[in-house]
């Protein structure tokens, strides 16, 4: 995968309106599309920093809605197909690596593991079961192999899905990164993430990180990779909005009893206003 497939360039936006975790909750979603619909101009860039699936009750109208609100932006004067942007966060992480479960070493482990992180609402949405997925896992690869199938036909056959699933990028930022140097002399422009990134490796060697590394975001206390912010759109310990001289947290705890936000950004990661439903 070449760095153009695994980041995303925003180029010279006007602002950034970053939409936190969403975890398939439908009512707020649209209600924050309807706002950011209106504040939207000409110029300004849409990311969603991951976690889409997961936890709610209507995974599949969730991306349904995505889907639709893009076509609805993108019908703007002026707007660009990459102007609006999809992340890849933990739970969709977990959902392609659910769906390839039989080359896992211990599938039946791995998927109970998955099931307790909220990826056994996006099973159920997709149709399938936690216990037929476990007892395929104990009748072996082949059964196992169907029971994917299965899954793959679900998406298959709901238009867009997999088309999303397949543009997710694993970070999105302003600025040029330092791809080979954790600290920088320069900073310049935000860096937009899942979770966190791995302070000890150079943005270009961060792998799963990006999902993986909320634990190391707030050991953030100066640029990183030559950003002069990292923002995130979710926070594993639920802190609520946060903001540092380095770090944004834009979670608002949407999926657990919490808010779902939007942050609107200038290009060097400053934060203007947000959006909570």
């Given at each position: 995968?070449?760095d ?6 925003l ?9 936190a ?53 993108l ?13 890849r ?31 056994d ?84 060697a ?5 999902w ?7 050991r953030?206390?100066?640029p990183?990779s ?11 310990l639920?802190?609520g ?30 934060l ?6």
């Amino acid at each position: 995968m070449t760095d153009t497939q695994k980041f995303h360039s925003l180029r010279t936006p006007k602002r950034l309106w970053a939409v936190a975790a969403i975890h398939g909750e439908l009512e707020r979603v649209i209600a924050l599309h309807a706002q950011i619909f209106q504040r939207f101009q000409p110029g300004d860039r849409l990311i969603y920093l991951g976690n889409y699936l997961g936890r709610g009750a209507k995974i599949i109208e969730t991306i349904n809605e995505l889907l639709t609100f893009r076509r609805a932006l993108l019908a703007r004067p002026g707007m660009l197909a990459d102007d609006v942007i999809y992340l890849r966060g933990s739970q969709e992480e977990m959902w392609q690596k659910l769906l390839q479960i039989q080359f896992a070493p211990n599938p039946a482990e791995v998927m109970q593991w998955m099931m307790r992180q909220g990826v056994d609402a996006t099973l159920i949405a997709y149709g399938g079961h936690p216990d037929h997925g476990l007892a395929a896992a104990r009748e072996g690869a082949m059964a196992l192999t169907r029971w994917t199938n299965g899954l793959r036909s679900a998406i298959h056959a709901l238009s867009g899905h997999d088309t999303l699933m397949t543009a997710l990028r694993r970070a999105a930022y302003t600025g040029v990164p330092d791809f080979a140097n954790a600290s920088s002399d320069t900073a310049h422009g935000a860096l937009l993430v899942n979770a966190g990134v791995d302070v000890s490796r150079p943005f270009g060697a961060q792998g799963d990180s990006f999902w993986w590394g909320g634990a190391s975001f707030n050991r953030i206390t100066h640029p990183f990779s030559g950003f002069r912010r990292v923002i995130r759109g979710y926070d594993p310990l639920h802190g609520g909005l946060q903001e540092t001289p380095f770090t944004i947290t834009i979670d608002g705890g949407c999926g657990f009893n919490g808010v779902l936000n939007c942050a609107c950004l200038t290009p060097e990661g400053d934060l203007q206003e947000t959006i909570s439903v």
